[in-house]
């Protein structure tokens, strides 16, 4: 008896697991892939709309009533309308007083009102618990599945209870909630979603302004110059030959960027001695876009690669060989294979394939759906061990095929070095003060700093 009411007990279903109720007022897209996604996550939901006729792009499972029958059934109460329309709510105050409001809307401008949307739903209703959230997730994101690139929900509210409520919701969507405080924080979560590539400014003009001058640069030296001296007309070296130089010269400089930051966190927090004095404003910001520099250095890297590998189709490259040929026909004269020049050659090729497998792997890893499977050690060996690895690769590809300019004369032209000597200034740089900071001597103070140690402690114990 007792062992079969033990399986009765194990066969009958959960009702501790059972989800609540959810209510959502407007019938939009956003509401309407909202409801979708929380219907297969097991929450009941319920629509509140001005017309309860069921129509077939409401989800078949969901329920709609009239906006204060539906707010009836519910604790929490999904406002998926727009700000304008919010006065609708002030004759609900009673019915919607102690629930919890999540405000999910958005403006079309940057601080488009003096407060935020949630702020004004609260004062509209101050009987309710507005929480912000979902408004940084797309209706089409949510009904497609395609989540990976923008998991994050930012939440904010005064009601420590409702806000937990909120974030309970959005884990079981499968979602990632960021709590970022008080109410007063949704003028920026609001404003976060009408930011064009935010963290991607610095990096983009960064890299328009290097790419420009580099361009002009290689412009005068090689087309400008040969045509007032030499009397050549190279200006279809604007096509092909300009941007393979300023591709990767441009790739390599972008990766030393990435890690230029570090040494100077390095060097500033030896010199103060400590780990907890925040870094100036531009180090930081710098820092924080070291990702998206890397991703700009690997697009043209990949440039390079391409464009290198079309060079032999070019008709300049065609007739150059032809001439070359020619004339040592005419001259009836081999000339003999240069092992030194061949090694050269093929050290730079293997070198610049190595450097460029690595720098597709920093990239690889650094998308969020990689990076989110690998730990944290993980991360950081590839990031930085073998992104430095992919530096000094890079750096010596490029010194193998620009080094013999260093010491010659006509790569001077108008006293100028070539666009290559100019590109191994930065790399080389960060690489030699790097191998300083590996020194044991300088190595094992880094780290104790960095593991909590301070100099001269503001507070002895």
């Not at 990949?302 to 490259?317: D, E």
């Not at 032809?322 to 093929?346: C, F, G, M, Y």
């Not at 010596?396 to 191994?424: C, E, N, Q, R, V």
């Amino acid at each position: 008896m007792n062992k079969n009411s033990s399986n009765i007990m194990a066969l009958a279903p959960n009702t501790s697991n059972k989800r609540e109720t959810v209510c959502i007022f407007g019938t939009g897209d956003f509401g309407r892939a909202l409801g979708h996604k929380l219907i297969q996550s097991g929450y009941p939901v319920v629509y509140g709309s001005r017309s309860t006729q069921i129509s077939n792009l409401i989800p078949k499972d969901a329920e709609v009533l009239g906006h204060a029958e539906a707010a009836q059934k519910a604790a929490i109460i999904i406002i998926a309308i727009q700000r304008q329309h919010y006065n609708f709510l002030t004759p609900l105050a009673e019915v919607l007083r102690g629930k919890v409001l999540v405000d999910i809307s958005n403006n079309l401008k940057l601080n488009q009102y003096p407060e935020s949307n949630a702020e004004y739903l609260a004062q509209l209703l101050p009987g309710s618990k507005v929480v912000k959230a979902f408004n940084t997730v797309s209706a089409w994101a949510l009904q497609s599945g395609t989540l990976d690139a923008s998991r994050q929900v930012f939440v904010c509210g005064d009601d420590v209870e409702a806000k937990q409520m909120v974030m309970d919701i959005v884990r079981a969507l499968g979602l990632t909630p960021l709590d970022k405080g008080s109410l007063l924080a949704a003028q920026e979560i609001e404003n976060y979603p009408l930011q064009l590539f935010p963290m991607w400014k610095f990096p983009i003009f960064l890299s328009f302004g290097l790419g420009a001058f580099f361009f002009i640069y290689c412009l005068v030296l090689d087309v400008i110059y040969t045509y007032i001296y030499e009397k050549n007309n190279f200006s279809f070296f604007i096509a092909i030959t300009i941007p393979n130089r300023v591709f990767p010269v441009m790739a390599l400089i972008l990766l030393a960027l990435v890690y230029l930051p570090g040494i100077f966190a390095a060097i500033i927090q030896l010199y103060r001695g400590t780990k907890y004095r925040r870094f100036p404003d531009w180090l930081d910001k710098w820092m924080l876009c070291r990702k998206q520099l890397g991703l700009i250095a690997l697009a043209f890297a990949s440039l390079h690669v391409v464009f290198t590998l079309v060079t032999p189709l070019r008709a300049f490259a065609s007739w150059r060989t032809s001439k070359r040929i020619v004339s040592q026909a005419l001259n009836n004269k081999t000339e003999p294979l240069d092992h030194t020049n061949a090694w050269l050659s093929d050290s730079y090729l293997a070198l610049g394939i190595l450097g460029y497998f690595l720098f597709v792997l920093l990239g690889i890893t650094s998308l969020p759906s990689v990076s989110n499977n690998v730990n944290w050690r993980e991360f950081r060996f590839v990031q930085s061990k073998l992104g430095y690895l992919a530096l000094i690769l890079c750096t010596a590809h490029t010194m193998i095929y620009g080094g013999k300019w260093f010491l010659s004369p006509s790569a001077y032209k108008w006293y100028l070095p070539d666009i290559y000597i100019l590109s191994l200034i930065v790399p080389c740089a960060i690489l030699v003060v790097k191998f300083v900071l590996i020194f044991p001597c300088v190595d094992k103070p880094l780290t104790q700093i960095r593991q909590g140690w301070e100099r001269n402690p503001k507070y002895s114990e």
